[in-house]
């Protein structure tokens, strides 16, 4: 079976993260999202994957060659955005028999051999992974039949449409024939379009439920917690990745994964579940805590960092207090800042030396 990803959105809640890198290529345990991706198809047997691109489409070869795995990937981009439905339209022609699609921004150990056996057994238009969720106002939400077909689909309902807890998984086989219902080179969303379509029409779609771990990574608070997550599954220590400079007089604690060539001082204390990516630098006295940091961030003397993300290239001076902040890449934040709950600072800005305390 062929799989199709969806890589092209703009990761619009993910910013400053997306302003310059796509989602597919966000690091998780330091390695792209979309390798965590390619491994789990790979997993379930998955050879051929397209991968429907649009914003930022350039970077995804650069991702590609980066990652060794026996699949082949076919990159098919869009001009202008085509939407869920409308980008897998345009790949149709590569598209033969049934085939998987899957939303690039969720990782996830749902059962795809299991969910094809089934689609295979039963042959409906469509069969729709599900997985219950908290708060299903921000997804798609799945109504289903005793017979385990879906009866309807609401995309993003306000809580007075909310009836069930299970929502669209965003993992999706599909017949051929349902692409019939999307118009060529046009925005079409399978969503808000061809799924209330096809229940209009009577057409079967099958529920595959799972109760297996899932996580859509679509907002800050979730990157965080995936790479939380999964550090957690895998660890209990620090992990060293490759050659790092540890000094004997930092404190690693909890799970904590250090990239290749990190280099962390005497008195530098680092408390998990943070990961910290290849070629960091975090000096005497600096502290971080629960935090993911991206590929060559400096963190100064003294400086303590919570909760937060810090992209690629960023360098925090001396004496600051960052918590629940996200840094895009190439930021830096002059000594003695103190930023917290929620700031967010766009790619290479300069957030100037806080003035000293004043002596009256
Ligand atoms: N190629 C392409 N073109 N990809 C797109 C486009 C487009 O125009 N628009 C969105 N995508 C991709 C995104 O990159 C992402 O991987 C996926 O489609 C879903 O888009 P999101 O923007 O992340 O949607 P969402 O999280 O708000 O909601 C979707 O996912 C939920 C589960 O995570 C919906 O499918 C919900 O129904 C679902 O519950
Ligand atoms: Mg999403």
Redesign the pocket.
């Known amino acids: 079976m062929k799989a199709v990803i969806?890589?092209?959105?703009k990761g619009t809640r993910l910013r400053p993260l997306t302003c310059k890198t796509p989602?597919a290529a966000i690091p998780i345990l330091n390695r792209p999202a979309l390798e965590h991706m390619l491994r789990y198809l790979e997993g379930h047997g998955i050879h051929d994957v397209i991968l429907?691109?649009?914003h930022l489409a350039d970077s995804i070869d650069g991702i590609l060659k980066s990652i060794q795995i026996d699949i082949r990937t076919l990159p098919v981009l869009?001009t202008m955005?085509?939407?869920?439905a409308g980008?897998v339209k345009n790949a149709s022609r590569y598209l033969d028999d049934a085939f998987v699609v899957l939303?690039?921004?969720?990782v996830t150990g749902i059962d795809l051999s299991e969910m094809a056996r089934l689609h295979r057994q039963v042959r409906p238009r469509v069969t729709m992974a599900l997985t219950p969720v908290d708060n299903p106002t921000m997804?798609?939400v799945v109504e289903t039949t005793d017979c385990g077909l879906v009866k309807k689909f609401v995309?993003k309902p306000g809580w007075d449409r909310v009836t069930t807890n299970l929502?669209?998984?965003?993992i999706y086989i599909i017949e051929p024939a349902v692409l019939d219902y999307v118009a060529e080179s046009t925005m079409v969303m399978f969503?808000d379009y061809v799924f209330p379509r096809l229940l209009e029409q009577g057409e079967p779609v099958l529920a595959y439920p799972s109760d297996a771990y899932w996580i859509?990574v679509?907002t800050p608070e979730k990157y965080l917690k995936v790479n939380q997550d999964l550090l957690g599954q895998t660890q209990t220590g620090a992990v060293v990745q490759g050659e790092a400079v540890i000094d004997p007089g930092a404190r690693l604690e909890g799970p904590v994964l250090i990239g290749p060539e990190c280099v962390i001082a005497a008195g530098a204390h680092i408390r998990g579940p943070s990961v910290i990516g290849p070629q960091c630098r975090i000096a005497a006295g600096a502290a971080i805590e629960a935090s993911v940091l991206w590929d060559n961030v400096t963190i100064g003397e003294r400086s303590k960092v919570k909760t937060s993300i810090i992209a690629s290239n960023c360098r925090v001076e001396e004496d600051c207090y960052l918590e629940q902040c996200v840094l895009g890449r190439g930021v830096t934040i002059g000594r003695g800042n103190s930023l917290d709950w929620g700031a967010r600072i766009w790619p290479d800005s300069l957030v100037g030396c806080a003035p000293p305390a004043s002596s009256h």
């Open positions: 969806l890589v092209g959105g989602k429907a691109t649009g869009e955005p085509l939407g869920t980008a939303n690039g921004d969720i997804y798609g995309e929502i669209n998984a965003g969503e859509d679509g």
